[in-house]
């Protein structure tokens, strides 16, 4: 008989309830993990839209860290961990046979794609195998194409928690954006993965980090986080004339790279084209969920524009992360804000939507308080 425990259930109705379950049995090409902690990621608002929906109750969460407990004896040559390590988890399970997981970028295997009906964690429904896909709960099963991460020793699984927003911004900016010195980068958007993206220019060596957020109390106190994270310039979109305010502070040139991570409305990605100068690059990160009016392609012709859209992260982008986690490195430690209970959390995901705790940046749920 497995070990009982606790799981935070998201249900048709946009509620969470907890519940309890067992742990399954162990087989050779599986394991489980104890879960230590997990983020809570902008995309589980929209998983906890819809996925109950489509496919029924669902344990969400996808930024997990813990604790390897079990591990299986066809897995554990493949995964390379042992019981015991601390590791952080990608949400992603490829196929590992395709030509996008052959060639590395396992992200965009079919696979990984939960439209597509494949397993994911933390958008996987519990009528799919052991149920079990998602890190709010006090355990994991681990399948047998879960990539892992271990995490450096020292590091509190709290901040490991970073690793994939992090992860995003060093993806965007610097492993796709082409980041670098003497450059201006402009980032739309001060949540998780705008400020993820500060980190990742400064990292770099940009010359002139510039962000965007609206006028309102939340996004101003980030864009005074996104200078503590260094930031060299801020623009409160409504109080600011955003393109007047970019030329001004580039000398007419505009942005090298042009970052976009806001979310919901789509003037961000009309902005975006924008304010990149001739021969720029425009990054699109933010998922709109609605189709962009009047966009005007020619603006990109005229201007010799690279735009790219990004999905996620690559392993690389984890491991920098991990490793810039390690270091606190521009303080990145100080946008985790905010930790809460299995209980509390339909609470954390309706923070991400203005309607709870205030200040949260990036937010975690222990499922062992």
Same mark, same amino acid.
């Given at each position: 008989m497995g070990l009982s425990f606790k799981a935070a259930v998201a249900l048709q109705d946009s509620r969470i309830d907890i519940r309890n379950f067992e742990t399954p049995e162990p087989q050779p090409n599986a394991g489980l993990l104890k879960v230590a902690i997990t983020g809570v990621c902008g995309s589980d608002w929209m998983f906890f839209q819809d996925l109950p929906k489509m496919k #029924?109750?669902?344990?969400?969460?996808? @930024?997990?860290?813990?604790?390897?407990?079990?591990?299986?004896?066809?897995? %554990?040559?493949?995964?390379?961990?042992?019981? #015991?390590?601390?590791?952080?988890?990608? @949400?992603?399970?490829?196929?590992?046979?395709?030509?996008?997981?052959?060639? %590395?970028?396992?992200?965009?295997c079919n696979a990984t794609d939960w439209r597509l009906g494949g397993p994911r964690y933390g958008a996987t429904g519990l009528s799919v195998g052991s149920g079990l896909w998602g890190g709010f709960a006090q355990y994991q099963e681990l399948h047998m194409n879960t990539v892992f991460h271990k995490v450096p020793q020292g590091v509190d699984p709290k901040y490991a928690a970073l690793a994939l927003p992090m992860s995003n911004g060093i993806e965007w900016t610097y492993l796709q954006g082409g980041a670098g010195p003497g450059q201006t980068v402009l980032i739309q958007g001060p949540g998780q993965q705008g400020l993820s993206c500060v980190i990742a220019a400064r990292e770099a060596g940009v010359a002139n980090i510039i962000v965007t957020g609206l006028n309102n109390p939340t996004d101003l106190k980030r864009l005074a986080l996104a200078k503590r994270l260094g930031a060299h310039h801020t623009v409160a979109i409504g109080e600011q004339d955003l393109l007047e305010t970019v030329a001004d502070i580039t000398g007419g040139q505009m942005a090298d790279l042009v970052i976009d991570c806001a979310s919901g409305g789509t003037a961000s990605v009309v902005s975006a084209l924008q304010l990149a100068r001739k021969k720029g690059t425009v990054i699109l990160g933010?998922?709109?969920?609605?189709?962009?009016?009047?966009?005007d392609s020619d603006m990109i012709i005229a201007k010799f524009l690279n735009v790219k859209g990004m999905r996620g992260h690559s392993y690389e982008s984890v491991e920098l992360a991990l490793q810039l986690i390690a270091g606190n490195r521009h303080n990145v430690k100080e946008m985790s804000t905010h930790t809460f209970g299995l209980d509390q959390t339909e609470y954390a995901l309706r923070t991400l939507v203005g309607e709870g705790a205030s200040d949260a940046i990036h937010m975690t749920i222990d499922p062992w308080l």
């Open positions: #029924g109750p669902t344990i969400l969460g996808h @930024e997990t860290v813990g604790y390897v407990q079990e591990v299986g004896a066809i897995a %554990g040559p493949k995964w390379g961990v042992k019981e #015991g390590d601390l590791v952080a988890l990608e @949400e992603y399970l490829p196929c590992g046979h395709c030509d996008f997981c052959r060639s %590395g970028d396992f992200r965009l933010g998922i709109k969920r609605q189709k962009v009016p009047m966009f």
